[in-house]
């Protein structure tokens, strides 16, 4: 109870809250969308619908570039030393955003079609997601970094239900066409949203913000390449070897498992401007003491829900989504499922305490791994099929994350020590 009366912690609550609400408003219309594709799309075509947006995150992936993370600690960095230079973070950001989704984006048309090939049309439909998903991370990073989590709970939630409606016509009407269009049209929504509720920038170019902020992205970018390659790399992997509906079984765990980490990344991203103070102060001696605590108590709650989710899926699926009750779906499950309570420590732990103190560089361990996944899943699914790919993921991302806390843990002492 104590944990609860402290004044610092009823804010966290207060913020936690409205970023639940925030991201239940983002995150649940695109569930929806996800859940109505998989009700009334084809396993193969769901199958397609999933190969073909993996593909092309994976290239927003390159668009943002850790962008918008960057964007958010320094905001919150600079509401500490140097309030004016918040306003010009929006536009310079913008700037970097342009540059990369452009060259993202004729990259794209003029090579996808080799690779893509009778799949190549639908990447095209998505084409736009390219620069308005960016663009809304990048909103939502400075909103973050601001601590306006009510203003952004009250954006992104009434857009995204205004938005419920118009998807559920687009997808009972022109199917797989209708889904990928509905992507773009909702992060459009929400990016004007965004824009309205913001306004407080200043359109004058600053290339020492331009050097910090692509400095920092540049590190998170390559860690968030990393991880990419060793979580969702799989299912480009899966429609490689022409498994399609078998992506369809792996990316409804996936989507259950990111959506059942809502709760622990939005907390992550509450505390990060906490932490970034203490970081800016060099209290070391308090962020390992909450670094500690936050990893038993997430790690706990975690294996609470694992045990859950091992008894409860089963009856969910056989009834809420019969085409998915198959021995391979839950042969990929019970698998994965030993990721679980790591997925979900490492979805609060990316953004509150690795980004948040400056120590992306620890990100930058999911390149090395995310090699090893791609070598190892090209082995695994040669020699075991399909479940290869997951196989994979299991014994690289438990290398990975185990290491990268290890060393987190190893610098917030040594730091403590000098602080």
């Known amino acids: 109870m104590r944990f609860l009366k402290h004044s610092n912690h009823k804010d966290v609550i207060s913020n936690f809250f409205w970023r639940i609400t925030q991201i239940l408003g983002k995150q649940g219309v695109n569930f929806f969308i996800f859940i109505l594709c998989a009700r009334l799309l084809t396993t193969y075509e769901f199958g397609i619908y999933n190969y073909v947006l993996a593909i092309t995150f994976f290239l927003i992936l390159f668009g943002d570039f850790g962008i918008s993370a960057a964007a958010s600690k320094y905001v919150a960095e600079y509401n500490i030393k140097d309030k004016d230079k918040i306003k010009y973070i929006l536009f ?4 970097l955003l342009l540059a990369l989704t452009i060259i993202i984006s004729v ?4 090579f996808g079609q080799f690779y893509l090939k009778e799949n190549y049309l639908y990447a ?8 308005i998903a960016p663009m809304t991370s990048l909103y939502d990073g400075i909103y973050r970094g601001l601590k306006k989590f009510k203003h952004l709970a009250i954006i992104s939630t009434s857009t995204g239900i205004v938005f419920l409606f118009i998807v559920y016509i687009l997808i009972n009407k022109y199917g797989l066409i209708g889904a990928l269009v509905s992507q773009n049209l909702f992060y459009l929504t929400m990016l004007i949203g965004l824009s309205l509720g913001y306004r407080e920038f200043n359109f004058k170019f600053d290339s020492s913000i331009i050097k910090e902020i692509g400095k920092y992205s540049t590190i998170i970018g390559f860690g968030a390449l990393g991880y990419f390659l060793y979580s969702r790399l799989g299912t480009i992997i899966l429609g490689h070897f022409n498994y399609i509906e078998e992506i369809s079984y792996f990316e409804l765990i996936n989507k259950i498992f990111i959506t059942a980490s809502i709760a622990f990344s939005v907390l992550g991203q509450v505390i990060a401007p906490d932490i970034t103070k203490k970081a800016a102060l060099n209290n070391y001696s ?4 909450s670094y500690l605590k936050y990893f038993i108590l997430i790690l706990s709650i975690s294996l609470i829900l694992a045990v859950f989710g091992y008894y409860a899926l089963p009856v969910i699926v056989k009834y809420a989504l019969p085409n998915y009750y198959t021995q391979e779906f839950f042969y ?3 698998v994965l499922i030993f990721t679980f309570p790591l997925t979900m ?3 609060f732990m990316g953004q509150s305490f690795m980004i948040a103190t400056g120590k992306a560089k620890y990100s930058l361990l999911t390149i090395p791994f995310g090699i090893l996944n791609i070598i190892l899943a090209y082995i695994f699914i040669i020699s075991f099929g399909y479940i290869g790919v997951v196989y994979s993921i299991l014994i690289v991302s438990t290398m990975n994350r185990l290491l990268t806390w290890a060393l987190l843990y190893k610098e917030f002492s040594k730091n403590e020590k000098t602080s």
């Open 124 to 131: 095209v439909y998505l084409l736009p997601l390219i620069f």
């Open 332 to 334: 990929m499950f019970n």
């Open 345 to 347: 420590i490492s979805q």
């Open 92 to 95: 310079n950001s913008a700037i």
């Open 286 to 289: 308090s962020i390992k003491k």
């Open 107 to 110: 990259l794209t048309l003029i």
